[in-house]
C-alpha cells in the first residue's frame, strides 16, 4: 500500500514537472487572434504579408495603437498614424472584411481592406526589409482614404 502511495505521488510530481516544461503548442493564429478575423483575402499575398495584415487588423480591432505601432518598417509617424488607424477604423475592424493584396514590382505590396457597412478603405503599404528578409508598415500621413 505504501509503496503504491509512493509511486502514485512520483508519477504525479513528473506529470506536473513535464507540464510545466512543455512547449506551448498553441498554434500562432490562435495565439495572436488572428483565427478569429472574418477577413476575406483577394490578389495573391505570401505568407508573410499575409501574416502582418492579420497582426494589423487584430491591433486596430483592439483598439491597440501602441501594438500597431510596432509594426511600422520606417517608424515615422508611426504612434500618430497607429492612432488615427484605430480611432477611425478600430469599430469596423470588428466586421466582416475584404482584404486585396496588390504587388507592385519593387519591394512594396499595397493592401486595400474593406470593412462591411463602411465607406472608404484602409490602405496599407508593407515595404520589405531586405537586410532581413521580413516586412513592415509604412506610416506615412495619407495613407488611408475617406
Not at 495565439?31 to 483577394?42: F, Y
Amino acid at each position: 500500500m505504501r509503496r503504491a502511495r509512493i509511486a502514485g505521488s512520483l508519477a504525479a510530481m513528473a506529470l506536473l514537472l513535464s507540464a510545466c516544461t512543455a512547449e506551448d503548442r498553441t498554434p500562432p493564429y490562435v495565439r495572436e487572434g488572428t483565427a478569429d478575423l472574418d477577413l476575406s483575402v483577394t490578389g495573391q499575398p505570401v505568407p508573410k504579408t499575409l501574416a502582418l495584415v492579420e497582426k494589423a487588423l487584430v491591433r486596430i480591432q483592439r483598439h491597440d495603437a501602441d501594438g500597431l505601432a510596432e509594426l511600422s518598417y520606417d517608424g515615422k509617424h508611426a504612434t500618430e498614424t497607429a492612432g488615427d488607424w484605430v480611432a477611425k477604423w478600430g469599430d469596423a475592424a470588428r466586421q466582416p472584411m475584404v482584404a486585396n493584396f496588390l504587388v507592385s514590382p519593387q519591394k512594396y505590396v499595397d493592401v486595400k481592406i474593406r470593412f462591411k457597412g463602411v465607406k472608404g478603405a484602409l490602405s496599407l503599404t508593407l515595404q520589405e526589409d531586405t537586410d532581413d528578409w521580413t516586412y513592415g508598415i509604412v506610416t506615412r500621413e495619407g495613407f488611408y482614404d475617406e
